[in-house]
């Protein structure tokens, strides 16, 4: 994609800085309430209520990103496809594939040497929280955690964090303060302290991906990745 194309692409996105920070107050609410509804929900099925508040809890918060996203940012556009994102990308197949491969291997070996850097030093405070093995559900049911966890989570993260918060953000500030603009909030609102630092660079890592490809695909990709890694490696696979 040549930088006529690139400038043509961010203007198709009208929403502005103002938009971004609501619509990521909006979130830091959703969150919050939807792990109030989530605790509600979860003694419906007693024997399996971690699993079902943390599926539960995924498909509320997915359910209000879409509303966020749409109400103060989607419905601006010409077109709210586009705007946010659901574009091929703008680089070759093969380089696509080495950007979104690169942007995976970033992430993960950012998260393996953080968690090598505290289990030295003694920091159990700043521990990464590990996957439950109780909040997934057992046998074939583990289809809907996954189904949950590396579809609906990646899908409704980039939306908001790339798709919305990125984009919104690129032709006020520019890439590389927008994207760790982001980063910094993509990680401060997954309201963990161990997780923050990762989770971070993990942010970093799509942020930059998605500059280079100027599409949301890949991103999707990198970050159902690593959640699908994650799932297994809890599941002794």
Request: glycine share 10%; with cysteine; aromatic share 8%.
């Amino acid at each position: 994609m040549t930088n006529p194309e690139l400038r043509r692409a961010d203007e198709q996105v009208p929403w502005t800085v103002g938009h971004v920070t609501v619509g990521l107050l909006l979130f830091l609410f959703l969150l919050i309430a939807a792990a109030f509804a989530a605790r509600a929900v979860g003694p419906l099925y007693p024997t399996q209520e971690p699993a079902l508040k943390t599926w539960a809890g995924v498909h509320l918060v997915a359910g209000g990103v879409g509303m966020v996203v749409w109400f103060l940012g989607a419905r601006l556009a010409a077109s709210p496809v586009r705007a946010l994102g659901f574009t091929p990308p703008g680089t070759s197949l093969k380089r696509t594939a080495l950007l979104t491969a690169a942007a995976l291997a970033f992430s993960i070996l950012a998260s393996i040497a953080y968690g090598f850097a505290v289990d030295r030093l003694g920091l159990d405070a700043l521990r990464p929280p590990q996957i439950e093995a109780d909040s997934l559900f057992p046998g074939v049911g583990a289809l809907l955690t996954f189904q949950a966890l590396a579809v609906v989570t990646p899908l409704s993260e980039e939306l908001l964090f790339r798709g919305f918060a990125l984009r919104g953000l690129l032709r006020s500030i520019g890439p590389g303060p927008a994207v760790v603009a982001t980063a910094v909030v993509f990680s401060a609102l997954h309201l963990d302290t161990g997780a923050m630092i990762p989770i971070f660079f993990t942010g970093l890592a799509l942020g930059w991906l998605h500059v280079k490809t100027r599409s949301l695909w890949p991103c999707i990709a990198a970050h159902a990745g690593q959640n699908i890694l994650a799932l297994l490696a809890t599941q002794g696979l």
